[in-house]
């Protein structure tokens, strides 16, 4: 069992970057394959990023590649998303999934785990 708990949003201007990080609790959190998801007012909850259990690959959605980075520390189970750039666009709350599955996925129901989200919001 794994548990989620994201920290870093907050209230930021157009161009601007946040730090999100995910903390993960209990064991072999080495094994999962992590993803970033998030859901903007009126909207249903989309794939933003993936990272594999030992983080050697990657995938993003074309809205947010080149402007994001999702990274992990297996040491500290933690995981990250990186956010520059930002656009109004990019208002939304972003959640934190994991998945024992053997690979990265943009689907939300291959992940089993999810965290209570934080709010991101980028004003023009």
């Known amino acids: 069992q794994v548990q989620l708990v994201e920290s870093g949003g907050g209230l930021v201007q157009a161009g601007g970057s946040l730090r999100l990080s995910c903390a993960a609790s209990g064991r072999a959190f080495g094994r999962y394959a992590m993803g970033w998801f998030r859901q903007a007012p009126g909207k249903e909850r989309e794939f933003v990023a993936a990272i594999s259990f030992n983080g050697g690959s990657t995938y993003y959605a074309d809205s947010v590649k080149g402007r994001f980075t999702i990274s992990r520390d297996n040491a500290k189970n933690m995981v990250y998303l990186q956010m520059n750039s930002l656009k109004p666009e990019d208002t939304a709350v972003y959640y934190c999934?994991?998945?024992?599955?053997?690979?990265?996925?943009?689907?939300?129901?291959?992940?089993?785990?999810w965290g209570q989200g934080t709010q991101v919001t980028v004003s023009s």
């Open positions: 999934a994991a998945t024992a599955k053997t690979y990265i996925s943009s689907t939300e129901p291959v992940y089993e785990h």
